[in-house]
């Protein structure tokens, strides 16, 4: 069974970077079958996707988002990574990784990131 | 990219049926088979109970059913049960290579 856990900071200052790490187990990240993606969640609203990073380093991203994101992977741990840059309030939300194909089948428990001073 | 739309929330007795629609457009929902629905409880991952418009990940009931017509795809839940009180997620793949959700629906089991 694939088990995802994002790990990371839960308080994030105005204008700095959040980063958040996505550990893998029970799978290898180096299948060439999934792409590795990021999704948030602001409080009392609906699910957003953030972007995807593949096993090669290729990435696509949201487009509202897409200035401000960059994904990476580590195969040799075993990790993906997020890094959103010049965060807000707007950017305060719980954020999941998950493994994805057409689809999103296996999702971490999500962790929150508050963005405040 | 707009998120699809989906109703704010639903309502249904115990052993009713009902359906949750979610509209897109000819870039998402009407372009690809790549529509996929979660459910979601409060401070759980959301888990995954139809994918590619109408198949069922393993060990999900079969209660739960999807379809798509044009741009909008629809979840059906039927005999509906005291926990499947939650909010539903749908999800489409669109031309950008992008994803999109849906806005969730709550479902209120009465």
């Known amino acids: 069974q694939v088990q995802l856990q994002e790990s990371g900071p839960g308080l994030v200052k105005p204008s700095q970077t959040l980063s958040l790490t996505c550990s893998v187990s029970?799978?290898?990240?180096?299948?060439?079958?999934?792409?590795w993606n990021w999704i948030r969640q602001p409080a009392g609203k609906g699910l957003e996707w953030i972007g995807r990073?593949?096993?090669?380093?290729?990435?696509n991203y949201n487009p509202s988002l897409n200035s401000r994101v960059t994904m990476s992977i580590d195969t040799s741990q075993n990790q993906f990574s997020l890094r959103l840059t010049s965060v807000t309030a707007a950017d305060t939300a719980v954020y999941y990784c998950a493994r994805g194909t057409s689809y999103f089948d296996f999702w971490g428990q999500g962790t929150l990131v508050t963005v405040s001073s | 990219q707009s998120a699809l739309t989906q109703p704010a929330s639903v309502f249904g007795s115990p052993g009713q049926s009902l359906t949750i629609s979610c509209t897109g457009t000819s870039t998402d929902v009407g372009a690809y088979n790549f529509v996929s629905w979660y459910q979601h409880h409060p401070g759980k991952a959301p888990k995954l109970i139809i994918y590619d418009v109408s198949n069922r990940p393993s060990g999900i009931s079969n209660r739960f059913s999807g379809s798509k017509t044009g741009n909008t795809a629809s979840l059906i839940i039927s005999g509906l049960q005291a926990d499947d009180e939650a909010h539903y997620y749908c999800?489409?793949?669109?031309?950008?290579?992008?994803?999109?959700f849906g806005g969730g629906t709550k479902l209120t089991v009465l």
């Open positions: 029970g799978g290898s990240i180096s299948s060439t079958s999934y792409f």
């Open positions: 999800s489409s793949y669109t031309f950008s290579t992008t994803w999109v």
């Open positions: 990073v593949y096993t090669s380093g290729s990435t």
